[in-house]
Each structure stands twice: as C-alpha cells, then as structure tokens.
C-alpha cells in the first residue's frame, strides 16, 4: 500500500519558519528527547535490533519549540477532524530514522484512532528518503502532503544527500 497524495500546499510554508528550523538546532532525538517524555516504546525495538539510542539520530522540534506554532495551529490548510498534534524533524546529511512501527499504544491510543501525514518543507534531492512499507517517496515537493493509510505501517526516513532534510509531520486522533 502507498502513501496517498492529498496536495500541494507550498503557498502556504513560509520562509521564515523554514530558516527558523534551519538555523536552530532542536532536540537532538532520541537521546535528548527522552529527556522531555518518556523513552518511546519503538525506540526499545530500534535498540534492541542493534541501534544505539546514546547518540542522535536526527532533530525534532515539537510544537512548543517552535517560535510560529499558533501560526501553524491557526492557519494549517489541511484541517482533518480530531485532535491534531504536529512536530518537525530535521536530518542533516548523514542522519536517519530506523525503520519502525509507530506505537500508539504507548500512550494509550489505538493506530486505528490515529491518521498520519507528512510533508516536506525543504526540496527533495537525491538521497532525501523516505520509506513506508516497500515505497520510497520520491520524488515530492515542498509542500506535498501526503497520508499514511495505514497507522500500523513500517517506515523510517534517510538523508544520504548533500543539504537538511525538513519534515512536517501530524498525527490527528480520531477518538
């Protein structure tokens, strides 16, 4: 199964949110992250299949880390019902996701309650991955968003190339 594309959004991404992202550093993640929640239960799964979580894998920004989140929370083109929840992750070249599952379960949500998109807010360019299932998304650009339509599917993401990779992500519980 893939991804399925709902649209074009670059209009709506600003300039200034993306240098934002660019120019600062984040929550180096997992290790750092853990500092601010718990440690998440697919991470263990990473670890135990060799990964070290001691050392970052990539950057996450979470809604209050960004100085332009009620901008984002008030003016989100694609509002789907629910309880939204949105975060960023940046990969510098060389940085990467292992391929998981996410585990709503962790904080007591069914996947099934949850929907999932992604979208980038930085150009695609030979070695921006991203895996779901046994797709590669590419290319894309700025902008596209795209839904995950199965909460349950196995995906990671890579930058093998040259410049930050920058992503959107939202996760909207339909409880």
Partial sequence: MSMIFIGNYKNWIKDSWVKELLTKEGIASPRDLWLKEEQHAEDKVSESKGYSLDSFLHYTFREEDVSFRSEIDQTLPYMPKGDLNWWFTKYLPGQYLPVHRDL??????DNKNIERYWMPFTPYEVGHIY??????????EVGDLYLMPDPDAQHGAANLGCTPRIILNIGVYKG
């Fill in 104 to 109: 709503g379960g962790q904080i007591g949500i």
């Fill in 131 to 140: 895996l779901y299932e046994n797709s590669i998304i590419a290319p894309y």
